[in-house]
């Protein structure tokens, strides 16, 4: 009789150990352990995400750029073939009413809207102090950039050309003009070295400032020479 007890006993713990693997084998996680997985998720999220959003607009300003350079510099080209190899004649610092390169420019160039000199700001262009250097600071009138005349182009990005001097002699002592563009027109950031950036329009063609202030985290860099660096990345 004890004999048979004994073995009772035995297997009776037998099956109760085997039950005892199969669910805690087939247990699932606790509310705990899948809270903390979801915070581990969210945590990790918030910190590449952002990063590899903005890397992703980075890259799409870097392209809109490059094709806008290539589209100007071809126009750029064909008004100098048309002016006998300089541009000169077609430069015009008269005032509000005229229109100098920028009416030779509209001709090879897709537009939606022209402005003058005297309605760029706000029409073809941002208002003052609602665009921005790279450093964050805001453009304002008392900057030394003047837009001149602008257009907006049929994808929207912002074109604004001014004429600097008749004899195509400023700065560098061979430029004519220059020509600011937003690759994406009103749309944030609105910011040099962004989606903003600068061309000098030089008697042969058109050429990008190549010095570099293109590092956001230097007060010092406001983002207007960097096109260069840019057009390379």
Known sequence: ??????????????????????????????????????????????????????????QQYKTALKKMYGVLSEATTLIVDENGG??????????????????????????????????????????????????????????WLYMGAGVILTDGSYVAIQDMNNNCTAFTGDVCGNIYVDVNGYKSPNKFGKDIYMFYIKQKGLFPLAVDDCDPSNPAHEGRTCATKRLLE
């Open 86 to 143: 300089s541009l000169k004649s077609v430069v015009d610092t008269g005032g509000c009413g005229v229109y100098g390169l920028r009416s030779k420019y509209r001709d090879y160039l897709k537009t939606i809207k022209t402005c003058t000199t005297c309605d760029t700001q706000g029409k073809c262009w941002h208002n003052w102090n609602e665009f921005y250097f790279l450093n964050g600071n805001p453009v304002g009138s008392g900057d």
């Open 1 to 58: 009789m004890t004999y048979i007890h004994t073995y009772i006993h035995t297997y009776i713990h037998t099956i109760l150990r085997q039950k005892t693997r199969k669910l805690k084998a087939c247990r699932g996680f606790t509310l705990a352990e899948v809270l903390l997985v979801i915070t581990i998720i969210g945590v990790v999220a918030s910190l590449t995400i952002p990063n590899m959003i903005q890397n992703i607009q980075d």
